[in-house]
């Protein structure tokens, strides 16, 4: 079974910074994509980044470009989005996901991912 776990989530005053796992077990493949993606309250879910595994490459959404980095530990089967200077609007639930196969570059549309978290709680007073 496929299973993915966030952590890291919680309260941080603006111009802070927070570290966020996702913790991948069950998945053998080679070929993947995680993707970060978070949901505020009364907007709909959006994708924030990703990284692939077959080349490395990471994508970023204006909105943090500059400020998240997103990396990768195989040996640890966990992923980190490392979040900086973080602002009241980058408030929400993140979740990261899975998508199996070769990502061919580009961030997977949403309904393509096949495994989610359960989510953690980003709260960036101002």
């Known amino acids: 079974e496929v299973q993915l776990v966030e952590s890291g989530g919680g309260l941080v005053q603006a111009g802070g910074s927070l570290r966020l796992s996702c913790s991948v077990s069950?998945?053998?493949?080679?070929?993947?994509?995680i993707g970060w993606f978070r949901q505020a309250p009364g907007k709909e879910r959006e994708g924030v980044s990703c990284i692939s595994s077959t080349d490395g490459s990471t994508y970023y959404v204006d909105s943090v470009k500059g400020r998240f980095t997103i990396s990768s530990d195989n040996a640890k089967n966990t992923v980190y989005l490392q979040m900086n200077s973080l602002k009241p609007e980058d408030t929400a639930v993140y979740y990261c996901?899975?998508?199996?196969?070769?990502?061919?570059?580009?961030?997977?549309?949403?309904?393509?991912?096949?495994?989610w978290g359960q989510g953690t709680q980003v709260t960036v007073s101002s």
């Open positions: 069950g998945f053998t493949l080679d070929e993947y994509q």
């Open positions: 996901a899975l998508f199996a196969g070769n990502a061919w570059g580009r961030f997977r549309a949403e309904d393509e991912f096949d495994y």
